[in-house]
């Protein structure tokens, strides 16, 4: 059994400035890619940033230059740090193993950023 638990999010004014973090347990076992996934109301998940085992990332062209995934293998976690936030980064952010944009394990309760005045 495998938990995501994602923390950091909160209320911040366009502009700013958010860290969240994943912390992953269980058996994790043969799985090498992590990644930040958000949901917006009305639309669906999508895949925002991934990083391999070796530290490879990918982000999407939405947040690149303004978002950074990066992770701790020593304590299985990564993190997604946002600058420049703005409204259309509102959403739910949840963490998961990562396989061509599609979460392996089951999905944790997620961390709500709200981008607003």
């Known amino acids: 059994q495998v938990q995501l638990v994602e923390s950091g999010g909160g209320l911040v004014q366009p502009g700013g400035s958010l860290r969240l973090s994943c912390a992953v347990s269980g058996n994790i076992f043969s799985v090498n890619t992590l990644g930040w996934y958000r949901q917006a109301p009305g639309e669906q998940r999508e895949l925002v940033a991934a990083?391999?085992?070796?530290?490879?990332?990918n982000c999407v062209d939405s947040v690149k230059g303004r978002f950074t995934i990066s992770r701790d293998n020593a304590k299985d976690s990564v993190y997604l740090h946002m600058n420049s936030l703005k409204p259309e980064d509102t959403a739910v952010y949840y963490c998961?193993?990562?396989?061509?944009?599609?979460?392996?394990?089951?999905w944790g309760q997620g961390t709500q950023v709200t981008v607003s005045s």
């Open positions: 990083i391999t085992g070796g530290g490879s990332t």
């Open positions: 998961n193993a990562d396989y061509q944009g599609w979460g392996l394990w089951p």
